[in-house]
């Protein structure tokens, strides 16, 4: 299994700022997922950051508005740029087992964003 | 490209009543198939994965899912719910090869006592 730590748990922010978010990883991994779950709904996947390259951005997510960076194989951090009460969620980082080949995710308590 | 359909985003059942949590997916090739629960004010954790060793897969808590490829399903299932059991469920897919784990809108269920 992997601990995931991330940081802020929570916050309030004001419409138009920027919040960076950082997820602390205690073993190494290749990837790292970046997933959005917004009130009432499901997960919605980022985008997916790898250690020495540029993160992967999902359909609807550009880089702009989600920069990321992955720094080594145990730390990333997602900033939520330019915000509007539309980005109130949870954030989560996630990383798959690598111990299995099914790979299945395991997820910190993530950071909810609160926009005014 | 995979894809988790869960019919009925809320369930109800009373205490001690059979659990059924439907979750039907799309994928193109064999799939490895999840069930999350997320508690109230905490992060997801697994409750139990299909690996295509077995069909009918045993998880924590009492649940089990059956793979059932002909139906394209993969229902989580509980005899006997419990007050505890109230949670929100995550049905999710990925493809054995890819690396993207897909979730379906979630069903939240309510135990009564």
């Known amino acids: 299994s992997a601990v995931i730590s991330q940081k802020p748990s929570r916050d309030i922010c004001q419409r138009g700022t920027s919040l960076t978010i950082q997820c602390q990883v205690d073993?190494?991994?290749?990837?790292m997922f970046w997933y959005r779950q917004q009130p009432g709904q499901s997960l919605t996947l980022i985008a997916t950051?790898?250690?020495?390259?540029?993160?992967?951005?999902e359909s609807g997510f550009v880089i702009d508005k989600f920069p990321i960076s992955r720094p080594n194989l145990t730390f990333s951090t997602l900033t939520v740029s330019n915000m509007s009460p539309e980005d109130s969620s949870i954030y989560l980082c996630?990383?798959?087992?690598?111990?299995?080949?099914?790979?299945?995710?395991?997820f910190g308590e993530g950071s909810r964003l609160t926009v005014l | 490209a995979q894809s988790v359909t869960q019919l009925g985003s809320h369930v109800s059942v009373s205490e001690g009543a059979l659990v059924l949590l439907r979750c039907n997916y799309s994928s193109s090739v064999p799939p490895y198939l999840f069930w999350y629960v997320q508690y109230p004010n905490q992060g997801l954790q697994l409750l139990l994965k299909?690996?295509?060793?077995?069909?009918l897969v045993k998880g924590i808590n009492g649940f089990e899912a059956e793979f059932k490829k002909s139906e394209t399903s993969f229902h989580l299932t509980k005899p006997s719910a419990h007050m505890s059991d109230a949670a929100e469920y995550f049905c999710a897919v990925r493809n054995t090869g890819g690396f993207k784990t897909i979730f379906g809108a979630g069903t939240r269920l309510f135990v009564k006592a």
């Open positions: 950051a790898n250690q020495g390259s540029e993160a992967t951005y």
């Open positions: 299909y690996t295509s060793a077995a069909t």
């Open positions: 996630t990383v798959r087992s690598q111990a299995t080949n099914t790979g299945e995710l395991f």
């Open positions: 073993s190494q991994v290749t990837m």
